[in-house]
């Protein structure tokens, strides 16, 4: 809690599909809650998938291009901030 803002720190939320193409460009958006349930676009955050990593834009966008098949863990973390839940996405 911050006494300064008066809120908590933000909780991370990944937005995507389920699935992907190998090769193939796969957007992911990243939006951070306050503790009013206000969501907003969070940059630089570190977006995993599959051994690959990026950082977010100021949109909150991070774009890959999986290279490999299979079920990959797609995650987000920023410093300060609540982690996303991970989420499975099945690359074809």
């Not at 193409?21 to 998938?49: E, F, M, P, Q």
Request: proline share 2%.
């Amino acid at each position: 809690y911050k006494k300064s803002t008066g809120s908590c720190q933000r909780t991370l939320r990944l937005i995507s599909k389920a699935s992907a193409r190998k090769g193939k460009t796969y957007k992911v958006k990243v939006v951070g809650y306050d503790n009013s349930k206000r969501g907003r676009a969070i940059r630089k955050v570190r977006v995993s998938l599959g051994g690959q990593t990026a950082l977010t834009d100021n949109k909150g966008r991070a774009v890959f291009k999986p290279r490999q098949k299979g079920k990959l863990k797609l995650t987000a973390s920023r410093g300060g901030m609540v982690s996303a839940f991970p989420v499975q996405v099945k690359v074809m």
